[in-house]
Antibody, heavy 124, light 108 residues
Framework: QVQLVQSGAEVKTPGASMKISCRAS????????MHWVRQAPGQGLEWMGL????????LYAQKFQGRVTLTRDTSTSTDYMELTTLRSDDTAVYYC??????????????????WGQGTLVTVS | SSELTQDPAVSVALGQTVRITCRGD??????ASWYQQKPGQAPVLVIY???NRPSGIPDRFSASSSGSTASLTITGAQAGDEADYYC???????????FGGGTKVTVL
């Protein structure tokens, strides 16, 4: 079945960097973009960025520009999200989520499915 | 402020109908998707592309849209529907995606 499996929880000190992995299975990895989303404790979902199927194009939320890097290893069907210069407010659960989309005459739609199980990163 | 706005919370009696709204100009050109999230779990897609349900999502979940407002309706709410619900769409710039702030649904 289609599945995204993320790496395990991490504890980091302020100023450090983190790199999370997201391994895909059950579908053609190079046919879909991948989103990254985070959720701080008790807060809502926050979109961070997106990488294209070949790993050559990335889009980042303005908030994370300069601190986040998305990469992809197509040989292992694995995506990576690196966030640098960590602060305490980067403490959150980080998710990868596969992009799906449709374009019709009266509009377009995108949806995130499936999601990884989430990776808790604690910065303290 | 977020490009998509949701009411923070709503309650519904068991078996009754509840509507969750999502407002934002970007919805005029984008079909909202909707996600259910229960405590300690990853979000789950419940509606995509106008009013489509993934396999396994009950037909009591439906969606509609008009202008800059999208809505998710739960008809005959069950105790298991108690969760946070988020809408999502591509942002107005076309270079980002945005989530609403989420609506906490309580089933009484």
């Amino acid at each position: 079945q289609v599945q995204l499996v993320q790496s395990g929880a991490e504890v980091k000190t302020p100023g450090a960097s983190m790199k999370i992995s997201c391994r895909a299975s059950g579908y053609r990895f190079t046919s879909h973009w991948m989103h990254w989303v985070r959720q701080a404790p008790g807060q809502g979902l926050e979109w961070m960025g997106l990488i294209n199927p070949t790993g050559t194009v990335t889009l980042y939320a303005q908030k994370f520009q300069g601190r986040v890097t998305l990469t992809r290893d197509t040989s292992t069907s694995t995506d990576y999200m690196e966030l640098t210069t960590l602060r305490s407010d980067d403490t959150a659960v980080y998710y990868c989520a596969r992009d799906n989309s449709i374009a019709e005459a009266d509009g377009s739609g995108w949806w995130f499915d499936p999601w990884g199980q989430g990776t808790l990163v604690t910065v303290s | 402020s977020s490009e998509l706005t949701q009411d923070p919370a709503v309650s519904v009696a068991l078996g009754q109908t509840v509507r969750i709204t999502c407002r934002g100009d970007t919805l005029r050109n984008c079909y909202a998707s909707w996600y259910q999230q229960k405590p300690g779990q990853a979000p789950v897609l419940v509606i995509y592309a106008k009013n489509n349900r993934p396999s396994g999502i009950p037909d009591r979940f439906s969606a509609s849209s008009s202008g800059s407002t999208a809505s998710l309706t739960i008809t005959g709410a069950q105790a298991g529907d108690e969760a946070d619900y988020y809408c999502n769409c591509r942002g107005a710039s076309g270079n980002n995606w945005v989530f609403g702030g989420g609506t906490k649904v309580t089933v009484l």
